[in-house]
């Protein structure tokens, strides 16, 4: 599952537009949403993210404010979805590329020609990595003061998936040390990659207060005392690897939010390698990060 395009109007924030996501006629893989301070970058994605939402809810569900700044405005995102074979056969669904339109508020009566079936694949959630899924990191990420003792993984991440705040993150915590404890092999592959991801540092067992060892050439420390560049590099590891984002869209605000652009850049070229068939679309400024990029959409700029 990927993003082909984007249009939107009446979204708060963001002037009218649209926005291709292609290179060379498919989806590109890495996607650099840019420009100049308040053209409306985090926006663009907190509007894919309320569209997924309107048209088939993981959650709750956005509000209507939350996408069109309140009264009695009104809203639409449009996206075009870019399908798999797997995909279409799974819902029966014949082109690879389908639209989707979704309203705000949503109106009564005035129908919205979304195909039903791409709205099952859409609503689908489990942590399988053959189920494409959107996932949205947002710029609230801070270490969470405490591992949410969470029973149903799976229902609790699919509530709180595309939130803006940091509690998902405590649930994948307590995931991984859940994972750890009974020995799961994905822990290795999450190893690994944070490992890359930070070089020098390592992830070790749980401690004695469940927490996550976190170890290094001068001695270890746990994972809830380590630093901001460390804890979102877990964060999004941890995420990528145990929701299963292996075929799915990952919205990243602000890559270089806590390190800087060439890092932010390193690290991203990781991820896709590690998850080559998952489609990358990042809200930035880093000049590093946007050469990185498969593509460029500039916001504010008259075309």
């Given at each position: 599952m990927k993003l082909a395009a984007v249009s939107w109007l009446g979204v708060a924030g963001l002037q009218d537009g649209s926005a291709d996501l292609c290179d060379g006629g498919r989806p590109a893989?890495?996607?650099?949403?840019?420009?100049?301070?308040?053209?409306?970058?985090s926006r663009l994605l907190l509007g894919i993210v309320h569209a997924k939402e309107r048209l088939?809810?993981?959650?709750?569900?956005?509000?209507?404010?939350?996408?069109?700044?309140?009264?009695?405005?009104?809203?639409?995102?449009?996206?075009?979805?870019?399908?798999?074979e797997a995909e279409q056969a799974e819902v029966g669904l014949r082109q690879a590329l389908c639209d989707s339109e979704?309203?705000?508020?949503?109106?009564?009566?005035?129908?919205?020609?979304?195909?039903?079936?791409l709205l099952e694949l859409l609503q689908r959630y489990d942590h399988e990595p053959s189920t494409g899924k959107l996932d949205y990191v947002p710029p609230g990420r801070a270490l969470p003061s405490s591992a949410t003792a969470a029973g149903d993984f799976v229902s609790e991440l699919r509530r709180k998936r595309l939130s803006s705040g940091s509690e998902k993150y405590a649930v994948i915590k307590r995931?991984?040390?859940?994972?750890?404890?009974?020995?799961?092999?994905?822990?290795?592959?999450?190893?690994?990659?944070?490992?890359?991801?930070?070089?020098g540092r390592h992830l070790g067992g749980v401690t004695r207060d469940s927490d996550i060892e976190l170890l290094s050439r001068s001695g270890s420390g746990a994972l809830g005392s380590c630093s901001s560049s460390e804890w979102e590099a877990f964060a999004?590891?941890?995420?990528?690897?145990?929701?299963?984002?292996?075929?799915?869209?990952?919205?990243?605000?602000t890559p270089e939010l806590h390190i800087d652009g060439q890092?932010?850049?390193?690290?991203?070229?990781?991820?896709?390698?590690?998850?080559?068939?998952?489609?990358?679309?990042?809200?930035t400024t880093s000049a590093a990060v946007i050469a990185a990029s498969q593509k460029t959409v500039r916001l504010g700029e008259t075309t």
């Open positions: 893989d890495l996607i650099a949403i840019t420009g100049a301070p308040g053209t409306g970058k088939a809810p993981y959650g709750a569900g956005p509000s209507d404010a939350a996408i069109t700044g309140g009264g009695d405005k009104a809203a639409k995102v449009m996206l075009r979805w870019s399908l798999s979704a309203l705000f508020p949503a109106i009564k009566g005035l129908p919205v020609a979304n195909d039903p079936a995931l991984v040390i859940e994972a750890m404890r009974r020995r799961d092999p994905q822990v290795q592959r999450l190893r690994s990659l944070f490992g890359k991801l930070c070089p999004v590891a941890a995420t990528l690897v145990f929701v299963g984002l292996d075929n799915s869209i990952v919205l990243y605000d890092e932010a850049a390193r690290r991203l070229t990781l991820l896709r390698e590690a998850f080559p068939a998952t489609q990358f679309i990042v809200a």
